[in-house]
């Protein structure tokens, strides 16, 4: 048995009210009285509440059985005959963090009981737990009798357990909320802050949150500042107005802006009333700093847009003038190779028209004619024979065909002797021009030729065709040295040819209609690739690709791909193409060594 310090033992009163006997008195209290005090037990047992009464005079403790069953124990390990009891019954039995404290304040009461005694405290469980007891008493006056303190014990142990969560998170969600680097506050229905975390008080040039508690914006921040934050306040109190991503700023020491980005929206009770404000500011000075120095930076820059402007049309006049002059330097070969194709193709024309003549003049124009002849001089001995109307008809429809036949021979004639006319004049134009190319024509000398600029320039040149068709041409050339001794204009044509053979491979109605060109360098070559997503070819195809006169197109000669190995070859290069089949696109590599 724990044994209290006899400064907080609870010893008899010795006061006028008290009496010789604690049992003397209960044998003298009337009948009512008892009948009263035993209703109140009964109604004490069915609420499942701890009861108790205390007599002062004798420091007798007596108890129900609920009183000592909620600690786990047994009414009848206790002495309840109505002698002194007070400390097994109850001071032992309580934590000792909590025993000074409550005996104090019950000694307190019963020196003055006035009111209602209230005391929270642990006791002891059998089991070895502690239940918090909420204990609650008041003065029971006899008639004539010396007075007791009734009273309850409630358990109230989850109440408590519920309360240190509750504490335990919001020591949480404040040590959240105050390292935070965001501006976090609330305000009462008037406007009056009831929460500010550190970053807020900071702001507000506080030292604490205790100097800015309870105060408006009006009396935070002087002048229109503090006037404009709470017209905003009260149109989310009074109107139940969200305020979101707001940015204003405020002034500190000095006159400088911070700048912050301001939320702020009403918090509803369980009625949807307006009972508080939340708000959050998010500090975005460093931003409006940013935003303020490229400000000023694109002034600087439109300052200079003129002088950018005449260097551009500069530039774009001198790459003009350089495409020109590339053009200028291909376009003689790429014309005899032209004029070659053309004279081969109108040749080839003009041995057909030549076979349609001869077959036109060699048909049977005779022979109906003479059918025609002989009708109509034997017309009696046929129309004896199948009547004088068909007859008349028979030869009517012969001569028709007849006429028709010949009608027809004449304009045929005709128009094959006006389409030999065109060819022939078409080839003295071929042949004036074969003329003026073979002068610019001869051995070219191998000169520094920059590739870039060279894939730049076919790019140029084949532009209408990529738009006609909608293909989208990505050209992917690093910064480096892309030059080697090369025939500027030979080179040009390989290009061209290979551009020209991936535009054709495209098909109109694909989706997606795309050419890649791609150029490489190292200290060994140069690599250039083109890649297209158009029909591609077999592997039975590309084995006959570079023999001369093959070709997988209606109008093709077999000429370019055959011509195109030739020429990088000549620059001491390899050219190759690929394709992983069908409908799967093809990839042209073009190496020249260095």
């Not at 097994?88 to 000074?100: A, F, G």
Request: glycine share 8%; aromatic share 6%; with cysteine.
């Amino acid at each position: 048995m724990f044994n209290i310090d006899e400064s907080i033992m609870l010893t008899p009163m010795k006061e006028s009210l008290s009496t010789p006997s604690d049992t003397n008195q209960t044998e003298l209290r009337s009948e009512s009285t008892s009948n009263d005090l035993g209703r109140y037990r009964a109604l004490i047992k069915a609420s499942n509440i701890g009861a108790w009464e205390y007599f002062p005079g004798s420091d007798f403790l007596s108890c129900n059985e609920i009183y000592f069953s909620m600690l786990g124990r047994n009414i009848n390990d206790y002495d309840l005959s109505g002698n002194k009891n007070i400390n097994p019954t109850w001071v032992d039995l309580m934590h000792p963090e909590d025993r000074v404290e409550a005996v104090n304040k019950f000694r307190q009461y019963i020196k003055k009981p006035e009111g209602t005694h209230e005391s929270y405290f642990r006791m002891k469980h059998a089991g070895g737990s502690w239940v918090w007891i909420w204990s609650r008493g008041r003065l029971l006056r006899h008639e004539g009798e010396p007075y007791t303190i009734i009273g309850t014990h409630v358990d109230i142990t989850k109440h408590k357990e519920a309360e240190e969560l509750i504490q335990q998170e919001r020591i949480l969600l404040r040590t959240l909320i105050d390292n935070l680097p965001n501006a976090i506050f609330v305000k009462d229905e008037d406007g009056r802050k009831i929460i500010s975390n550190k970053a807020d008080v900071k702001d507000t040039g506080a030292q604490s949150e205790a100097e800015v508690l309870g105060k408006t914006d009006i009396e935070l921040y002087p002048n229109d500042i503090g006037q404009r934050g709470f017209e905003d306040d009260m149109s989310v109190l009074k109107k139940g107005n969200s305020i979101l991503n707001k940015e204003e700023f405020f002034l500190e020491e000095g006159g400088k802006k911070r700048w912050m980005i301001t939320s702020k929206i009403p918090v509803l009770d369980e009625n949807g009333n307006i009972i508080r404000l939340l708000g959050i500011g998010h500090n975005i000075t460093a931003r409006k700093e940013s935003e303020e120095v490229l400000s000023k930076l694109n002034k600087d820059l439109l300052a200079q847009s003129e002088e950018l402007k005449v260097l551009n049309a500069q530039l774009t006049q001198q790459k003009e003038q350089e495409l020109e002059k590339a053009i200028a330097q291909g376009k003689f070969e790429i014309a005899s190779e032209v004029l070659h194709d053309i004279g081969n193709a109108l040749v080839g024309f003009g041995s057909h028209l030549n076979r349609i003549n001869r077959a036109a003049e060699q048909n049977n124009m005779d022979i109906i004619k003479g059918l025609a002849v002989f009708l109509k001089g034997h017309q009696l001995a046929i129309a004896g024979a199948i009547g004088a109307d068909k007859a008349s008809a028979l030869i009517t429809i012969t001569e028709s065909v007849s006429k028709a036949q010949f009608d027809k021979r004449e304009e045929i004639s005709d128009s094959i002797k006006e389409l030999v006319n065109i060819i022939t004049h078409i080839q003295e134009i071929l042949n004036i021009q074969r003329q003026f190319v073979k002068g610019h024509g001869g051995l070219h000398e191998r000169k520094p030729v920059n590739l870039a600029n060279l894939v730049d320039n076919c790019r140029s040149m084949l532009h209408a065709s990529f738009d006609k068709k909608g293909i989208q041409l990505n050209i992917d050339i690093p910064q480096g040295s892309y030059t080697i001794k090369g025939d500027h204009t030979k080179l040009m044509q390989v290009i061209l040819n290979v551009l020209k053979n991936s535009i054709e491979a495209i098909d109109m109605g694909a989706k997606e209609k795309k050419i890649g060109i791609a150029l490489r360098s190292n200290t060994k070559a140069i690599e250039l690739t083109v890649i297209d997503n158009g029909e591609g070819f077999s592997e039975e195809t590309h084995r006959h690709f570079f023999e001369r006169g093959f070709t997988t197109k209606k109008s093709g000669t077999g000429l370019g791909l055959y011509n195109c190995k030739i020429i990088i070859e000549s620059h001491g290069g390899t050219f190759t193409i690929k394709s992983a089949g069908p409908g799967l696109g093809a990839v042209t590599t073009i190496k020249l060594d260095l």
